[in-house]
């Protein structure tokens, strides 16, 4: 029996859990000397890790303790690199099998903290290279996954297209881009920025955006924590280190597709598809009506003439959003959202639970087969539109 409670689901946030020599293993010989530690060389993390990697093998070659960790695959003490396939292409198809889901979107974790961590722009482009070929390659063994293609849209238009330009030759169908662009750099709507957004609507690729990719945004100023309190100790991942931080979570998101919307991207682009990962949901509803309020307030006052739709029209057209487990997404779906949410299990991430769909359905009372069908299948498929 697989964990998947209806037939159709779609899942759109899946990630690997890279080894510490992993990105080595696909880079090339000149990249390979100057690639920053791995987790930042954090010893008890590299410590866990060895340790998850011994339970691997241990799995493979003794079928009892095989039969055990498939059996609970999703308790919370196989997240991380515990996961079932969390490292291991081959293993990751059985875990694949268990979950039993129609199609996964796949994320790097580690791996892409590890290369944006580069100090030269060689090096960052280097690794992003080996990034996406190790994503390609883990996910040949299983065509139900989707590996994401990250494109670093901070380094230029002109970068930004040649990177995607390789993602199609590679037949990635979905792209991760960054929210905000670095200091002195132009933004991601300017004009010069066309040409890329026409290639990927023309290659009809999925745009995502997924937390820790906001080109090292961060909302909350540090004054905030001068305040004689304790904060959390963060150990390692993108999810949010305290409560707080999980208030801003999304603020990235909101600006770039607010200013993707208010400069007219969405209108000379409409094919182009963008899913909101890893990043909640309950903020889209209020950030819908807040859209609208701002146009009215300033289409007067500055030119917003190229907009043919009200803003929210756009989000209902063009935008697909993740929530996470225990977000009460009934809320959503009957406040306006049952076009825009997916499901996700975040898998095996700690932060999508043992039970996603569990906590899911329990905040779905009063909400619709037709609206269920959306979440966890049709919304999924209009992001990935002729890929899938």
Known sequence: MTYAHRKQI????????????WIAEFSDSTIKPHLEPFVGGKEEILKQIDTAIKSFK???SNQDISTKANKNFMSMEHKGWNGLGAFDSKERKLANDLLGFDAYI???TSAFNQVIAAKEQKILMGGIQALNRGLATFCKEDKRMFPTAYIPLGLGPDIAKKFVEEAISMDFSVILIDTVAPRGQISFTHPDYNQFWSAVQNADLSVTLHVGADGGYSP???SFYDNQKKVPTHVEGDAPNDALAYMAIQYNAELFLSAMIFD??????PKLRIGVV?????WIISWMKHLDQSYKAFRKFQDLSQLKLLPS???LRQIKVTPFAGEDIGWILNSGGEDLLMFASDYPHHEGTDDPIG???RSMEGVNENQRTKFYTKNFKSLLGSHL
């Open 264 to 269: 007219g991207v969405l209108e000379r682009f």
């Open 278 to 282: 890893e990043l909640g949901a309950s």
């Open 313 to 315: 029209e756009y989000v």
């Open 58 to 60: 241990e799995r493979k």
């Open 359 to 361: 906590r899911f359905e």
């Open 106 to 108: 796949l994320f790097p």
């Open 10 to 21: 779609y899942d759109a946030d899946t990630h690997m859990m890279e080894r510490p020599d």
């Open 220 to 222: 909350v100023p540090k």
